[in-house]
């Protein structure tokens, strides 16, 4: 029978642990745990736990990346709102200039250098929506034009100059409106109004997921009509979702007990992940793509102020090699 170092022309290299980042089609035994193993790709994505937040908040505004994100604002309890900016490397938090308009369950959108903040609630002796607009140029914010329709619990998508915003409470509303950089537009409502649901893609080519009290119902927006698009595996409501209208990332929220679960979409269905958010929580933030995804604060067992980055399937990992 042939044998492996004859087909390879290698011996088998013997370690005590694991190589840390192992090559596809690497093979070596582990004498600790008497095991052959080698290198493979994962099945499905999963979350890995990074450096949490400086300052814990949940309903906050958030925009850029997996390794330039922008998280601002928001709300933590019992100390109410939150003004805080804080920007992130791909590997730790750091405090940048608050917003002007201190608030929370307000839409973010944009980049780390380049991010936009519109609406949300405002508390001043008592909750109130807003119609604020704010821009940040990657050190501070600059105030803008209002939004037509004041209100809170809306999402946002697209960038400082190509933003949308769409859905919120304060009263529920479908209202949906663009923004240039400089002026916002009323555009085609959403078929359904609701709040606190999250939102996918760009100015001309959005996803709305989920939200409400909670619903399970997806649209599409083309830059101009939206339509009815796959539902949600998990109804849910204030989740969070990263990428695109045809690869988005759906996860987190309250449906009605707080989840971790983890849903992607490939422009028709959603699929369910087995791997959710090692922190179940709702209220958070998300940044990134269906692949290298970013999930930030929220509020599970109270506020809290976790990271945890998406690493989609096909990435690198370790297997163990069995007699078939």
């Not at 908040?57 to 998280?71: F, I, M, S």
């Not at 399970?216 to 927006?221: D, M, S």
């Not at 595996?233 to 989840?259: D, E, H, I, V, Y």
């Not at 945890?308 to 690198?316: D, H, L, Q």
């Amino acid at each position: 029978m042939a044998e492996y170092i004859n087909i390879k022309g290698q011996n088998i290299e013997v370690v005590a642990s694991d190589p840390a980042n192992p090559t596809l089609g690497q093979i070596w035994y582990n004498s600790t745990s008497n095991t052959l193993k080698g290198g493979g790709v994962s099945a499905f994505g999963s979350w890995a736990s990074s450096n949490n937040m400086n300052t814990g908040r949940y309903l906050l505004g958030y925009g850029g990346t997996q390794t330039a994100a922008l998280a601002f604002t928001g709300y933590d309890s019992p100390s109410g709102i939150v003004n805080v900016t804080e920007e992130y490397d791909g590997n730790s938090w750091t405090n940048s200039n608050p917003v002007n308009t201190a608030r929370y369950q307000l839409a973010g959108a944009g980049t780390q250098t380049a991010g936009l903040a519109a609406a949300g609630r405002t508390y001043s002796g008592t909750f109130s929506p807003s119609a604020a607009t704010e821009e940040y140029d990657g050190n501070s914010w600059t105030n803008g034009n209002n939004v037509n329709t004041a209100r809170f619990g809306l999402r946002g998508a697209g960038t400082q100059t190509a933003g949308l915003i769409a859905g919120g409470d304060g009263p529920t509303t479908p209202a949906v409106e663009e923004y240039d950089g400089t002026t916002w537009t009323t555009v085609n409502s959403m078929s359904t109004g609701r709040g606190e649901f999250a939102v996918a893609g760009i100015q001309t080519a959005a996803l709305a997921i989920s939200g409400g009290s909670p619903t399970a119902l997806v649209e599409e927006y083309d830059g101009t009509n939206w339509t009815a698009g796959g539902s949600l595996n998990t109804a849910r409501t204030s989740l969070a979702a990263a990428g695109t209208q045809t690869a988005a990332l759906a996860f987190g929220g309250s449906a009605p007990t707080t989840t971790g679960a983890t849903e992607l979409y490939d422009g028709t269905s959603w699929a369910n992940n087995p791997n959710s958010l090692n922190t179940a929580t709702y209220g958070l933030g998300g940044a990134g793509t269906q692949t290298a995804g970013l999930a930030f604060g929220g509020n599970g067992t109270g506020t809290i102020a976790a990271t945890e980055e998406w690493t989609g399937a096909g990435a690198p990992t370790t297997v163990t090699i069995t007699a078939s």
